[in-house]
């Protein structure tokens, strides 16, 4: 697992901690039962407060993710894919709606241009 923090990013460095391992976690590139890095180590690595880090596996425990026992190593947790209803999914359409077209204009105030946007998309979706 490599993850790198862009300290000059207005997204907290935290949050690019929790979307790293997040992306990992659903690629399946950590399974259920594979340790992480100590906080401390995480922290020394990627040269930020370790109190980031903490805060980063809290939220990835918050959401299901991640075992984090005191004194333990913090460990991937089994998911099992909850089926949503169509109603809940579409009560979380703005929402999400929202955070693409944010992330969008992130990538676009990088440089980034549309055209590789679109095919990056598709090929998230598997619509290549």
């Known amino acids: 697992m490599k993850l ?3 300290l000059g990013s207005p997204v907290p460095a ?3 901690i929790v979307d790293q391992i997040r992306g990992y976690l659903v690629t399946g590139a ?6 992480l890095p100590s906080v401390r180590r995480l922290a020394i ?3 930020i407060h370790h109190n980031t880090v903490a805060e ?11 075992d984090v026992s005191r004194g333990k190593a913090a460990r991937v947790m089994p998911r099992e ?3 949503r209803k169509r109603s809940e999914l579409l009560k979380d359409h703005d929402g999400f709606t929202r955070r693409l077209r944010n992330l969008v204009a992130e990538m676009r105030s990088h440089g980034l241009p549309e055209d590789w946007i679109a095919k990056e998309l598709l090929a998230l979706s598997g619509n290549k």
């Open 56 to 66: 980063a596996y809290r939220t990835l425990a918050a959401e299901g993710w991640l």
């Open 45 to 47: 690595d990627l040269a």
């Open 30 to 35: 950590l399974k259920p039962g594979d340790p």
């Open 14 to 16: 935290y949050r690019q």
């Open 81 to 83: 894919a909850e089926p």
């Open 4 to 6: 790198v923090i862009e």
